[in-house]
């Protein structure tokens, strides 16, 4: 098969976790006889810096010839205080929109390994697995108006909260069709005891839910899912939500793996004729510019992210779990980073991405 990818380091650590994904996927197309096409481009920080813009036009012409895009972390500190259009963080907003991914899927998963690397105790957290599906082109992140306005006491922010009945229609239908592949149980979290926006969300939800009556529905205000997801993680199979709750709450989930460094994402825009998805993959951590440089960061999340591209953007099911495997193996052996409490010296993240590519 050809695998047509495009490579977004981005900053910080993003590169280097991007590194070892990629040496993964080689070891895959070798192993499997695929043949891999790699191309490299500019998002976020680094961008910026080179052509003045987070999300350059090449790299969206780039975006549009590839088959799958991989791509780093992004955010620097220099860019902490300048304007929201003048950030490393609007590259990822513009790279969504212009690939039309509209369902992030944020897959959270115990590791018998791992356990002890939870501040949760074993018995909470052992059998853990769960997807968050977060709708990722509207919302508080897209609507307008927004910015900063006035002066003094005058000044305003302000931010929009928009969703349309098609965009809740199209991320709750990826929610339920992953849930009926999985143990046929959809939560829907929303805060329609409040928001507008959620009472339109919750009255979509309850028009589809008849065309999956093998999937078993249920509706959870947004904090009390927050309070869950540390009380009862287990109860959980596939749970779909707006923007910015599922930015939030996925992040909570990190800390059942172990790690944020662990979770990858998947990003999904139109089904092609194929059947395989538009996909956009990236680990779910940010840059992490404090320990950039020191081979100290978790490359797992960009691994993991390399074999949900085998599996949604190519269909390469054997592929995807061969991967899987040898993380687990490698988890198994103790050899870790040190986000991941290893018995002794923490491996780096070199070391981490070649004991995968070994374990393959």
Partial sequence: M????LVLPGDGIGTEVTREAVKVLRVVAEKWGHQLTIREGLLGGIAIHKTGTPFPAETEKLVMDADAVLMGAVGLPEFDNVAPEKRPERGLLGIRRAMGVFANLRPVRSYKALLDAS????????????IIVRELLGGLYYGTPRGITGSGPEERGTNTMTYTRAEIDRVVRMGFELARKRRKKLTSVDKSNVLETS????KVVLEIAPDYSDVTLE???VDTTAMQLVLNPKRFDVLVMD?????????EGAVLAGSIGMLPSASLGAKKASG?????YEPVHGSAPDIAGQGKANPFGAIGSVAAMLEYSFGLGEEAAAVTRAMEQVLNSGKVTADLRPSGTP????QMGESVCQAL
């Fill in 243 to 251: 923007n910015m709750f599922g930015d939030i709450l996925s992040d």
């Fill in 2 to 5: 050809n695998l047509n990818v």
């Fill in 119 to 130: 501040p949760l105790k074993n018995e909470l957290v052992d059998g853990v697995d769960f």
């Fill in 276 to 280: 395989v998805w538009t996909g956009l």
């Fill in 199 to 202: 009472q339109l969300w919750r």
């Fill in 219 to 221: 509706h959870l205000i």
């Fill in 347 to 350: 491996a780096t993240t070199e």
